[in-house]
Nanobody, 124 residues
Framework: QVTLVESGGGLVQAGGSLRLSCAASGLTFSTDTMGWFRQSPGKERDFVAA????????YHADSVKGRFTISRDNAKNTVVLQMNSLKPEGTAVYHCAAKRGELGYGSMAAYNFWGQGTQVTVSS
């Protein structure tokens, strides 16, 4: 059974930083990809970043490049999303997700497992 639990969301002013964590269990790790997606009210769930667990290859959406960084801590079975220079349009529920393999890392439909999400609110 795969379980993903997010933490670290909250309220921050524009320009501020937040650090999201996703504690994972039940994954193969060496062949899995972990991703972060976000969803604002009335909008689709959008890709934010992904990382391959075994090779550590990272991918970031164009909208967050240079401001967000995804990383992993194998010892703690945790994936972290460091978010800097946050903008009001970044207000959303951020979800952690996991999938087998690397193909389709940017597609929500490719992910098999999801966490409940954590709310991030960026005030202007």
């Amino acid at each position: 059974q795969v379980t993903l639990v997010e933490s670290g969301g909250g309220l921050v002013q524009a320009g501020g930083s937040l650090r999201l964590s996703c504690a994972a269990s039940g994954l193969t790790f060496s062949t899995d990809t972990m991703g972060w997606f976000r969803q604002s009210p009335g909008k689709e769930r959008d890709f934010v970043a992904a990382i391959t667990w075994g090779g550590g290859r990272r991918y970031h959406a164009d909208s967050v490049k240079g401001r967000f960084t995804i990383s992993r801590d194998n010892a703690k079975n945790t994936v972290v999303l460091q978010m800097n220079s946050l903008k009001p349009e970044g207000t959303a529920v951020y979800h952690c997700a996991a999938k087998r393999g690397e193909l389709g890392y940017g597609s929500m439909a490719a992910y098999n497992f999801w966490g409940q999400g954590t709310q991030v609110t960026v005030s202007s």
